[in-house]
């Protein structure tokens, strides 16, 4: 109790109340820029904070990564390419929001979900880090294998109009995935002897590619004089959320936050799994899962709350092991280090009061991203009036800006061009592009970790159904298809009926 | 009809539109400065920005300790510093990179002993030890061998070997694939010591160290800090440290080298800053300056020794005696192993 409170009293500088705003305001701009990620934010921002003190400088790491895991839905919703990966669930049900003239709600909800999301995660983090990091040490190979498979079986209720295509979506995904070097045999797959490829594609250009670029090429039909819509800037602050709307978006941030955190403190996954397990249990366990897809408000609330919900605890085995949860806690452990704290065992003991002080500061955070972003909702709403033979012209500067800053090579501008022709033909051809990404996703962990389990286990299958964990998601990950399968085959009788 | 022609002509605008966007930025960036600059005397060196390139990702250890190098730029050399990651390939992607960059002295690269004395042997590389001068050393990495006690009964190497003769084969995390170098001594470990054991190879580090904490491999390789705390609350123990002469890791104590235990697996993992050998020697001797400077800095050195590291000044000469040493030392290992 006492490390608690000299955490509150460090906590309690105008300083740090002057940083997180500062921080939240440079995340969101990273976080909604496709191809511009919390993690480059970060970097960039780790040497101004050399001279600040480290409750100060670690806040406002904080603060970018939580503004950047928010941010990434403003552009979700608006023009349909999520800001970083943890986005993309919130594509489903955002973007069809936003076409139907309520993009101000879309953006409230993700604004509000997502702030939910982060104050359990802050909660988590500040009350149950030792239990929940014990917990994950027992994820080894077998459990992630599952935990990836759990991933996969989203594909079942993300492809609505065709299994088939979903799988085989998942599969080119997964092939993607497969290109570069196999850490495990040291062997080069898929590289055709080209040096770049060596090291395989990265999953924010795959994500560019895939979402902007192919986005911008499937408008390309779009004819300003009889397509544009005339959009009143008065009604677009109009579509307010009603209360029963906030009412009916209880349980899915229920559900949200609490897979947020789960998925968030196991090492390796993060807040783009996070957010599509969760929109795949809301759909699933909804009276309505026909209206998901379709600008379901409940879709953006699920996603929202998980992505950011995976913020805090993304930070537990980070602190607790020493083990980073995703790309953006490796940057921050390396950001605590420069400050003089070694994440790990040892932590909580030697330098208690300044991670009380920025455990708490994480609720600090999250108080003040809803008050930003409550002010600035309306003026990105207003990105729906700009005409969009210019927004496209923007979005696609924007996104070749991205793809080249990620490595300052022109190579990853070729493969975005090279996945967006790519996906822009599927997508013409019905294909869904969410199995694709997850696919990309998935396909290492579960591949590396079917591997790495066959070692340990001498070749023998069953040490997937023997450990509870993992027997425990593949269960769970079977039960959601079967239920989704029963499901669909029920609304088609009725609908014949 | 009409409307597809239509269609079809818009995708090819608009890929017409991506390809002359890219083409733009080509040339400048393909080499990353304009010929010019190669022509300029050293004296005037150096006028714009240099950059690092650091063949390991963002966060850790080398990244970690080049990027507080980088911060010093404006105040010991005047112009600004930055680290551009390429990661892939082992390492041999950054090199293609450092190699392609115009050797005007703006672009330094971060290499270590393995791109030379252990990656050829495993992949066909396009470089020599020729191609690149190094500069001036930037730490030494010194790997333990790691083991689990409370969940495996292992503290010694006595009860290592005990451990296989009850039958098991020793499962082995590695920070890498084959071809890595913590890889290939942890294994040559084991040759040596003629125990059955598998290596389970991680994505680094870090992941190896989780694994062995939570008990799903029998022993596991790292380096400092990594493993420090793990160690220092006692839930890992030390087996042994392939660096001949045995290291003293703060709040541990002296951990005993495998050679003095009786068994022949010794390495000194190194990384340094190196760049192309035609580099003008006027500007060799400016970027060493300049690194020297940094290290020799009070604030620097604090940093360091937070960290739980030392920076190593290791000039040229020791620097290639060491690779050498080490490409020697890794023909009979890696003929161990095959």
């Known amino acids: 109790m006492d490390l608690f409170f000299a955490g509150l009293e460090t906590l309690l500088q105008w300083q740090n109340f002057l940083i997180i705003p500062v921080g939240l305001a440079l995340g969101i701009v990273v976080g909604a820029i496709p191809g511009l990620t919390s993690d480059l934010g970060i970097i960039l921002c780790i040497p101004l904070t050399y001279g600040m003190d480290p409750t ?35 594509l489903f049900d955002g973007y069809p929001m936003a076409k139907k003239g309520e ?98 594609i990265n ?74 397990i969760a929109y795949n249990q809301v759909k699933t366990t909804s009276k309505h899962p026909e209206t998901f897809g379709e600008g379901e408000i409940e879709g953006v609330a699920a996603s929202e709350s998980a992505n950011n919900g995976a913020c805090g605890s993304t930070m537990i085995p980070m602190l607790t092991l020493g083990v980073p949860g995703d790309g953006a806690t490796a940057i921050l452990m390396g950001a605590f280090m420069i400050h003089g704290m070694v994440p790990g065992p040892m932590l909580f003991r030697e330098q208690g009061n300044i991670l009380y002080a920025i455990m708490l500061g994480l609720f600090v955070v999250n108080i003040f991203m809803y008050l930003i972003g409550s002010v600035f909702t309306r003026f990105y709403a207003h990105i729906t009036r700009i005409p969009y033979e210019l927004l496209a012209c923007i979005v696609l500067t924007f996104c070749i800006a991205g793809a080249y800053s990620t490595s300052n090579s022109l190579y990853d501008v070729y493969i975005i061009i090279v996945v967006g022709i790519l996906a ?43 450990r509870p964990i993992s027997l425990g998601f593949l269960l769970i990950a079977l039960g959601s298809v079967l239920l989704f399968a029963w499901r669909n085959s029920r609304a088609k009788k009725k609908a014949l009926a | 009809m009409k409307s597809s022609m239509k269609r079809f002509f818009t995708v090819l605008l608009a890929l017409a539109l991506l390809i002359s966007v890219t083409a733009c930025g080509a040339k400048p960036a393909a080499n990353g400065s304009t010929p010019e600059d190669s022509e300029k005397p050293a004296d005037g060196f150096p006028e714009k920005q240099v950059t690092i390139i650091m063949p390991w990702s963002l966060g850790g250890g080398p990244d970690t300790i080049a990027r507080q190098i980088a911060s010093y730029g404006e105040k010991y050399l005047g112009v600004p510093v930055i680290v551009e990651n390429k990661t892939g390939g082992a390492g041999t992607i950054a090199m293609a990179a450092a190699l392609q960059a115009a050797d ?84 040559v470990l084991f040759k040596r010591l003629g125990l059955p054991a598998e290596a389970v190879p991680y994505d680094g580090g870090q992941d190896a160290i989780n694994a062995l904490a939570g008990g799903h491999v029998d022993i596991a390789i790292g380096s400092p800090p990594v493993y420090r705390d793990y160690v220092k609350s006692g839930e890992l123990a030390c087996l042994g440290t392939f660096i001949p002469d045995g290291i003293e890791v703060d709040g541990i104590g002296r951990i005993p080298s495998f050679k003095e235990q009786g068994i022949d697996a010794e390495f000194i993992g190194m990384d340094y800053f190196a760049v192309r050998s035609s580099v003008d020697d006027a500007k060799k001797k400016v970027l060493t300056e300049f690194l020297q400077k940094v290290y020799a800095d009070p604030e620097f050195q604090k940093f360091m020794s937070e960290m739980g590291m030392k920076a190593w000044d290791g000039t040229e000469d020791e620097i290639l005696q060491k690779i050498d040493e080490q490409s020697k030392a890794m023909e009979d290992y890696i003929t161990l192993l095959k």
């Open chain 2, 104 to 187: 005007d002295g703006y672009s330094m690269i971060v290499a270590n002993g393995p791109l030379f004395s252990l990656t050829p042997s495993f992949q066909n590389v396009n470089y020599t030890i020729d191609d690149i001068t190094p500069l001036i050393g930037m730490r030494e990495v010194e790997f333990v061998v790691l083991s689990n006690p409370g969940k495996s009964g292992i503290e010694t190497l006595d009860q290592l070997k005990e451990y296989a003769a009850s039958g098991k084969t020793i499962k082995y995390a590695t920070t890498g694939g084959p071809g890595n170098d913590s890889y290939t001594m942890i294994s």
């Open chain 1, 103 to 200: 993009a101000y709600k879309a953006l409230s909800m993700a604004l509000f979900a997502s702030t939910i999301g982060g104050l359990i995660s802050a909660g988590s983090l500040l009350f149950l880090a030792p239990q929940i990091a014990k917990i994950t040490l027992l994820f080894g190979p077998a459990e992630y294998l599952a935990l990836a498979i759990f991933g996969l079986s989203v594909i079942a209720s993300v492809s609505n109009k065709s299994i088939f295509k979903g799988l085989i979506g998942a599969c080119i995904g997964i092939f993607i995935s497969t290109i570069g070097m196999d850490n495990i045999s040291g062997t080069t797959r898929f590289v055709f002897g080209k040096i770049n490829l060596m090291s395989g």
């Open chain 1, 203 to 276: 999953l924010i250009i795959a994500l560019i590619g895939l979402f902007a670029i192919s986005e911008i090429m499937m408008k390309s039909q779009y004819n300003p004089r009889t397509d544009r819509k005339i959009v009143d800037a008065s009604s677009i602050t109009k579509s307010k959320i009603t209360r029963e709307e906030y009412k009916r978006c209880r349980k899915p941030i229920g559900i949200g936050s609490l897979t947020g955190v789960i998925i968030g403190a196991t090492p390796g996954t993060g807040g783009g799994l996070a957010a599509f």
């Open chain 1, 56 to 90: 100060m400088a670690i806040l406002m790491l904080l603060a970018i990564y939580c503004g950047g895991t928010y941010g990434g839905s403003i552009t979700a919703i608006l023009i349909n390419t999520p800001g970083t990966s943890a986005n993309a669930a919130t």
């Open chain 1, 424 to 466: 822009y033909f599927l997508r013409r051809m019905d294909f869904q592009l969410v199995p694709i990404l997850l696919g990309i996703v998935l396909g290492p962990l579960a591949e590396m970790n079917f591997r790495r389990a066959l070692i340990l286990s001498d070749g023998s299958l069953s040490i997937f159904v023997t």
